[in-house]
């Protein structure tokens, strides 16, 4: 981060800012605010932030069973993005039976 902070320092300081305010204890545990971001990181496909976030759970008392959780929930979603993919291969078909 250290190319953007010595070029856009305010940027890099407003980031910085939006992470203090979000991971801190409130209604959400940070425990469980670092298992949401590791979710998140996995379907944002960001190895680093994975590693990032992972490591920090486990430092917030997440266990390894926690983190398969939170990473098979992303599954789950990915998975689940994809199944509305079939609506447009049912428009394609019917306008194929339509034309025959």
């Keep these: 981060m250290q190319f953007l902070k ?13 992470r203090a305010t979000i ?37 917030g008392g997440a266990t390894k069973d926690e983190l398969a959780e939170a990473i098979s929930v992303a599954m789950f979603i990915a998975a689940g993005s994809q199944l509305h993919w079939t609506d447009v291969y049912n428009n394609i078909f019917a306008e194929k039976e339509d034309k025959d």
């Design 23 to 59: 991971f801190k204890e409130s209604a959400l545990d940070i425990k469980t605010k670092e298992l949401i971001a590791v979710a998140a990181s996995v379907l944002m496909r960001c190895e680093r932030c994975i590693e990032i976030h992972s490591q920090r759970a486990i430092y």
């Design 6 to 18: 010595d070029r856009l320092p305010e940027t890099t300081d407003a980031f910085v800012q939006m």
